[in-house]
């Protein structure tokens, strides 16, 4: 099993979930990754992705586990030979068994384009939004799981997988309360975690801790 | 359009950077290639590709792609003050020095008015100075460019391949050395294929244009991924262009002769490649009667062994009932069939010309007897010469194929889906003369047909609006009038004419009333002495051997397939028929 680190910049941040996974199948053909396939009438190919990314939200630490023979040298090499430059690959890693990223992620951290001390957290933020033609108000509680800056900028840590919190619903929020001009496209997520013994582990350092091999940065 | 896309729903549409997608930082000239239908629809044309690649494989030239943007998005554009940009290089659509549209049928006309108006451009040739680009049209829709000549420079009648490209390249000389946009349209009526309206005197006669070695005729081996889901996603191979059927109302099967085959080695070898540039997890084989392909076998030799090592459907559209052989069936892992009889009874099939026998029918057990569940049957409704006992023959096949169904497989209930449009009079085929069946007679044909299906367990029935099938003939047989119409009815709201829950009937004919014009008197019966709006189109085939084929059909009397002998239509002046006889 080979996971990989991609990126989601540009235009790529505007492509939706469901077509991203049909990407992927492209992908993994024109980059002649061998895969396992599933079997079944319509076999698919056997690849394992991380919680989606909203529509708009750029992204520079996505992750998909590949069920593939090959090195993650050679995966990382065929698949950057696949993607536009927007969706290139910086690390790969790899592991004996599947990670499972989709059912253990759970949190996410996103750097949003206001300034770190914008807003006053202690407050509580208030989500106001529209959820299959009915509006949602609701508190984001403790689902902001930190808060933080990155040059200058907010970085907030958000809950993600089975309890989740949409970071353009949270972007939305805080653009009312600020009264600011800024797009949901400025929006970036820059890393993604597991729950371990020790707290909250990147991804990276979560697979590193299972003896995962790594290349790239 | 970069910075509404957060606002815009399904944004993808609207990004570019697709993967094939070409950027030219500083070409010779930029063509435009408008779609007037949405990012879905325009991306799975095959002409669109055909003609994007082959512009940009000139290394001096640049060709860009725009397509109809949806409503939400076209009052994004219009509230930000806007205009309406290309994907690539988002540059506004008035900078292009050439404008293509892509006109694939009726229904389409009031999209270019929609693109123009969000481009900021005048609908009328007449009203665009030197300052605007060269407006130019083509695909099927030109075989009567009548009712939108006026929105245009010039309509490229017949195929784009290599007309495209010399009218780029006319406008790149023009403004390289100060040609007035007069001087530039004179010299590229003198094209094959290219109509000025403009330049040429009315009934000066415009050659189709037809690319005569379709063998190495350009094509997109690596073509454009669509960013979001296109209609079809998948790997589309060319087999043929024109068709041997003769079937009398089809537009296609005359507008594209003269019949021209690709070796099905050159069709394999472009499958592959495709697939290695694209990553297509289909194989999709594009021609008006794919199973009448001379190269079938070879060709589903060359590829099964590919198509098995890289998981890669193959999928065979269009067989017409004749050829359909349960061994090719077998090769695609399809769970539904799909025939197109046209017509109930075989007096009917004759009449059209539609050379499918109710043995052949019964061919379908075949399909049966290999697996195969589900049927999906094409017929049209208000056929020349057509009584209820047609119709009713419809039905008769349905109940046929449940009895074969329960033969071959011992078991109750294939499923059987009929699909019935209107019948529409096209220029240029042997029923360009013919009336449309009238609008309450569409209605009580359709509710005829329903009430007989549903005695048969297992149909299910659709068919085509009424009121956009009118329309559809009102436009397909227009003249310079309608050009009036098609802007009233703009003005009105008309748009996406073809999709069905935006399409108001209302806004046409009210166009159709404040321009003083009866929509009856285009779709009614035409006398075959009167001139004809189209006449001035030379696509080949004589207006004589129309009017045979139309007697014959009366008669009752088929006429064979080209492949068993040439029918001296006269399409093979233009090109040589490649079929093995």
Known sequence: ?217 | MLPLLSRAEKPSRYTGGEWNAVVKEHPRARFCLCFPDLYEIGMSNLGMQILYSEINSHEDLACERCYAPAEDMAALLREAALPLTSLESAIPLKDFDVLGFSVQFELLYTGILYMLDLAGIPFRAADRGEEWPILLAGGPCAVNPEPYADFFDCVVIGEGEGVDVAVLELAAEGREKGWSKREILARASRLTGVYVPSVHKEGEKVVKAVFRDFEHAPYPVRPVVANTEAVHDRAVIELYRGCASGCRFCQAGYYYRPIRERSPEKCAEQAKEIVRNTGHGEIAMCSLSTGDYTGLHALMDGLRGFVHENKVNLSLPSLRLSSFSGDIAQESRRSSLTFAPEAGTQRLRNVINKNVTDEEIDNIARAFEVGYDSVKLYFMLGLPTETDEDIAGIAAICARLRELYYKTRGKRGPNISVSCAVFIPKPCTPFQWEAQISFSEMLRKQNYLRGLLRRIKGVTFSWHGAESSVLEAALARGDRRLSYVIERAYALGAKFDSWSEKFDWEAWQRAFADEGIDMEEYTGEWDTAAELPWDFIDTGVTKRYLLAQRKLAYEGVTTRSCREGCNGCGANKLGRCTIEW
Not at chain 1, 51 to 69: K, L, R
């Open chain 1, 1 to 217: 099993m080979v996971i990989l680190r991609y990126s989601r910049l540009g235009t790529r941040r505007f492509v939706s979930h469901i077509d991203v996974l049909r990407d992927f199948a492209r992908i993994v053909r024109r980059a002649d990754i061998p895969v396992a396939y599933s079997g079944g009438f319509n076999p698919h190919a056997l690849l394992f992705f991380a919680p989606p990314t909203p529509v708009g939200i750029g992204s520079v630490a996505e992750y998909v586990a590949i069920d593939t023979p090959l090195s993650p040298e050679e995966v990382m090499a065929a698949f950057n030979s696949a993607v536009t430059e927007e969706m290139r690959a910086t690390e790969a890693f790899s592991t004996a068994r599947n990670p499972n990223l989709a059912g253990r992620i759970c949190a996410a951290e996103y750097v949003f384009p206001f300034a770190a001390d914008a807003y006053d957290f202690s407050r509580g933020l208030t989500l106001d939004y529209m959820k299959k033609g009915e509006r949602v108000t609701e508190s984001a509680g403790d689902r902001i799981l930190s808060v933080g800056e990155r040059e200058g900028r907010l970085l907030l840590t958000l809950a993600c997988g089975n309890v989740t919190l949409r970071a353009d619903r949270v972007f939305d929020a805080l653009k009312r309360e600020l009264v600011a001009a800024a797009d949901v496209s400025d929006v970036m997520k820059t890393e993604q975690f597991i729950r371990a013994d020790v707290g909250l582990l990147a991804v990276k350092a979560a697979l590193a801790a299972e003896n995962a091999a790594q290349v790239g940065k």
